[in-house]
């Protein structure tokens, strides 16, 4: 750090009236960094959860399901924000639609 204060002073320093253009580069640089980051991370994670949000709503009786817990069932009642789901014959379970992750039908089966 020494060795660049003694060239700075040997040279002068910077002229008074200009700009560098290191501050202009560091601002540009910074803005790219920024929407990078909204095309890689922010937006596929807000269409992410879009889709999601589409999904729960246009759930109807029928549909088969996995909550986030990995409870596999069938939907058997629509509510407002509450889903009736069976698990099983004659075990019916209330879940919160927003627990809702999956529509079971879209995984692989492991049937042996």
Do not use: C, H, W
């Not at 040279?11 to 540009?28: E, H, K």
């Amino acid at each position: 750090m020494n060795y660049l204060t003694f060239l700075l002073q040997a040279q002068g320093g910077a002229p008074q009236g200009q700009t560098g253009l290191g501050q202009y580069s560091f601002i540009i640089m910074m803005v790219l960094i920024f929407v990078v980051m909204y095309f890689f991370m922010i937006r596929p994670q807000q269409k992410k959860q879009k889709e999601i949000a589409k999904f729960r709503d246009s759930l109807k009786k029928g549909d088969r399901i996995v909550t986030i817990g990995g409870i596999y069932g069938t939907v058997a009642d629509v509510k407002d924000q509450i889903l009736i789901v069976e698990i099983d014959n004659n075990v019916k379970i209330r879940v919160d639609k927003s627990s809702v992750v999956k529509d079971s039908t879209e995984l692989p089966s492991n049937s042996k």
